[in-house]
């Protein structure tokens, strides 16, 4: 198995406790940990499926500890303040839709004000100041998350995004789904692009040739 906490694959075959658990009226359960040799930590999951599963199917794993969410955690790029947003709405997506759509919109806002610097003002408007600066499938991809959570009809969610209301099918995955690509526009692109650069430079000043010239942001008419 791969563990959880430090990505490490490890063997389960000799050192994986379990306990079978008393079976329901539709499903059996069995409890499994294992202590990962790498890191020391601990991995516990609870396997369901149905009644005498081992002859009749598969069990299905949940992980019980460490949470998985629907998402990996946010890159080390991201703002520490987004990022927490971020992994918290998808640990807590299939728990509460509603509590991940909330943290998702507020984490959203909070990228297009730190980040983008839009001018703040309702979600839906900064959606469409931002929109112009994005590639086409981010543009798209942002856009939706306006008519999918039905802003319209829903005020809250444009003026007040860290409100906990009811989510229409589909909007908290689309709005990690969302932060997820502009995570890697904003954040993970700009900062593999300057290293790149840097090494770029090295190199010319090693041959004796000038480093790129920087781009001018307010060019001539």
Request: glycine share 6%; aromatic share 6%.
């Amino acid at each position: 198995m791969k563990c959880p906490h430090c990505g490490v694959e490890f063997s389960t075959s000799r050192d994986e406790k379990s306990i079978e658990l008393p079976p329901d009226k539709h499903t059996s359960w069995r409890l499994l940990w294992n202590c990962c040799p790498q890191c020391g930590n601990m991995v516990l999951e609870l396997f369901q499926g149905p009644p005498l599963a081992r002859s009749s199917g598969p069990l299905r794993p949940v992980c019980l500890y460490p949470r998985a969410g629907y998402k990996p955690p946010a890159p080390d790029e991201v703002p520490k303040n987004i990022a927490r947003d971020y992994d918290e709405a998808s640990l807590v997506l299939g728990d509460s839709p509603r509590a991940s759509a909330a943290l998702s919109r507020r984490c959203l806002q909070a990228v297009l004000r730190e980040t983008a610097r839009v001018n703040p003002s309702t979600l839906s408007e900064e959606i469409k100041e931002v929109r112009a600066t994005l590639p086409a499938h981010l543009a798209g991809s942002i856009d939706a998350i306006r008519t999918i959570g039905n802003f319209a009809s829903h005020p809250t969610k444009d003026k007040s995004t860290g409100e906990i209301i009811d989510v229409e099918p589909g909007e908290a995955e689309w709005s990690l789904d969302t932060l997820e690509g502009l995570f890697v526009f904003y954040y993970v692109q700009p900062e593999l692009t300057e290293k790149r650069k840097a090494a770029l430079n090295e190199k010319l000043k090693s041959a004796g040739k000038p480093p790129l010239e920087e781009p001018d942001d307010n060019p001539d008419p």
